[in-house]
């Protein structure tokens, strides 16, 4: 594997899940598969989880790493090509990306979404431009749609916890006071949709995903009804995707948010979250302190799931 942007790029799921759960045995297992190779990750956007574990991920392996925040002492990018770099940018992003790649192997890059023109979001252009022009492999470590990594850990976080063959896992939308992207609900439902687990996704109207990511999920309006007999919950905010609402927040109703109300009429559900996680917003202190909150070994799988992604671009150098 070269690139990692997506579920596709990993293949065989079940084959990937077994390399998870070998390195969770036996973190370590790689450690000579990275040496004198250097990781440099590329921040955007600020990050805990994915700038830790996936450092962490590339200390297993044995590589050397370098961090760059972009916002935080670089240059700042001018990103459009054709522009008069006459305004606050002195550098622009296709000098810098070749540069950048001089000085390592593999590069993770976070670039969300920036909600200025739906078409370049969705056409990944920070990433793509990354994959055209670093001469390197590159993984997203959060990009405009997806978060590959956090949802292979919560594929793996899935696998560990459930109880039968075919869990009935329920991803609700809940309110939030910023816009935030799509990324990783999309991401989800594509990974979700690539399993035969029982699927389904509820938001208010307006809140409609991307069909490309919503697959065969089965959509249900009222969130009672959708987390009926769920065996795990997937909360997660995201701000409007449908045409000129695009990266609009349109309900802020508190009624959405994952109380002991929604989770009594579950299957004795997992609460799950990717973290960061606006508590009383998203989710009640009860629920997330609860015994059925599984967040935190969720957020402990992002070290599992970056440690297999880099090991196989590693085999691919
Ligand atoms: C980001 C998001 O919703 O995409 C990162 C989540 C992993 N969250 C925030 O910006 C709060
Ligand atoms: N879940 C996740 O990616 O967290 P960070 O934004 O802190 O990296």
Redesign the pocket.
């Known amino acids: 594997m070269r690139n990692f942007t997506c579920v596709h790029d990993l293949g065989n799921l079940e084959q990937a899940l077994k390399e998870a759960f070998e390195i969770k045995k036996d973190r370590f297992k790689y450690v000579e598969l990275g040496k004198n190779k250097t990781l440099m990750m590329i921040f955007f956007n600020s990050s805990l989880r994915t700038r830790l574990s996936t450092q962490k991920a590339a200390l297993n392996l044995g590589m050397n790493v370098m961090v760059l925040d972009i916002n935080q002492g670089a240059w700042k990018l001018e990103t459009e090509r054709g522009v008069i770099m006459d305004g606050d940018k002195p550098e622009h992003l296709l000098e810098a990306i070749p540069v950048m790649g001089c000085y390592c192997d593999v590069i993770g890059v976070r670039s969300?979404a920036r909600f200025e023109n739906r078409d370049d979001d969705y056409n990944e252009v920070i990433l793509n431009q990354f994959i055209k022009y670093s001469g390197r492999p590159v993984f997203s470590m959060?990009a405009a749609t997806r978060?590959p990594l956090?949802s292979f850990a919560d594929l793996i976080t899935i696998e560990e916890y459930k109880k039968t063959a075919r869990p009935k896992v329920v991803m609700t939308w809940a309110p939030h006071p910023?816009a935030?992207?799509q990324?990783?609900p999309n991401s989800f439902a594509e990974w979700m949709n690539a399993t035969d687990y029982d699927f389904v996704i509820t938001h208010p109207e307006g809140y409609e995903l991307d069909p490309k990511f919503v697959g065969n999920a089965r959509v249900e309006y009222d969130q009672m009804k959708a987390f009926e007999g769920a065996d795990f919950v997937y909360a997660?905010?995201?701000a409007a995707y449908s045409g000129d609402n695009y990266g609009k927040i349109l309900n802020t109703d508190r009624s959405w948010t994952v109380g002991e109300r929604q989770m009594a009429v579950t299957n004795n559900a997992y609460f799950m979250h990717?973290?960061?996680v606006r508590r009383n917003m998203i989710v009640t202190d009860d629920v997330i302190e609860s015994p059925q909150s599984i967040v935190i070994p969720e957020a402990a799988n992002r070290e599992i799931s970056a440690t297999v992604v880099l090991k196989r671009i590693l085999e691919s150098l």
Do not use: I
């Open positions: 969300f959060e978060h956090q910023r935030l992207p990324a990783v997660k905010n995201w990717c973290l960061p």
